[in-house]
């Protein structure tokens, strides 16, 4: 396999990232993400490109979701770009999921515009360990798509980490749920299925009426201050 090359944030250090269930192990570059004072020291796992593993992985989660979800009939898919993307159409062509909701990472000017008149979409305030703070937003053809989700969501992500995507993406659900006056819980998440957890699950998780799903670890995050770093 072709090795690849050091970035300039990578520190040269490598974390084991194994899956027992599919003999799967890979050397994962530990990387530094800068924040104010300071950078976030993390395992990597980036998919994207990476179709091998993608194909691995959602062969993977799919048989979780089977195991998991007996009728997939009104059940909507529905990720966050662009890290997980590859990943979730894996995991839909193997389930024969025709069509998936897709939260975007930032707006779309030519998504919103269509003979003068604003076309609906949601907007949310997100973050994750990688990206930062970021906004998580759905235009028409996915708002409408989570509406018809009569039996529930099913949410696909590469890794779960603080927990603020997944809230985002509840929240997103939430708002759909308001503006198509759905029923209670029309929409809930059936489960969170992703390729590794990072750290243990926290506060944010426990106590949830839906399950997290993984394939394997990664370790904690670990705060690096800047002086530490020189």
Known sequence: MMEI??????????????????????DLPYVLVPLAGGFLKIASLNLVGMVEWNRLFGKALA???????????????????????????????????????????????????????RRPFIQ??????????????????????LSSARKGVVIVDDVVSTG????????????????????????????????AREGELKPLYKGLSYKINWLGTLPAPQFIPEKQKA
């Open 124 to 145: 949310v305030g997100g973050g994750s360990v990688t990206s930062g703070d970021k906004y998580l937003v759905i235009y028409e053809r996915d708002f409408n798509l």
């Open 164 to 195: 603020g995507t997944v809230a985002a993406l509840a929240t997103i659900l939430d708002e759909v749920s308001e503006r198509k006056s759905l029923e209670k819980d029309a929409l809930k998440i059936l489960g969170i299925f992703c390729v």
């Open 63 to 117: 048989d979780k979701i089977r195991a998991s979800v007996q009728d997939l009939e009104e059940v909507v898919f529905l990720t966050a770009v662009e890290k997980s993307l590859q990943l979730s159409q894996m995991v839909c062509q193997e389930l024969g999921v025709p069509i998936m909701a897709i939260a975007y990472n930032r707006k779309k000017p030519h998504m919103e515009i269509e003979t003068g008149k």
């Open 5 to 26: 090359p050091l970035g300039f944030l990578e520190t040269g250090e490598k974390y084991r990232f194994e899956v027992p269930e599919l003999d799967f192990s890979a």
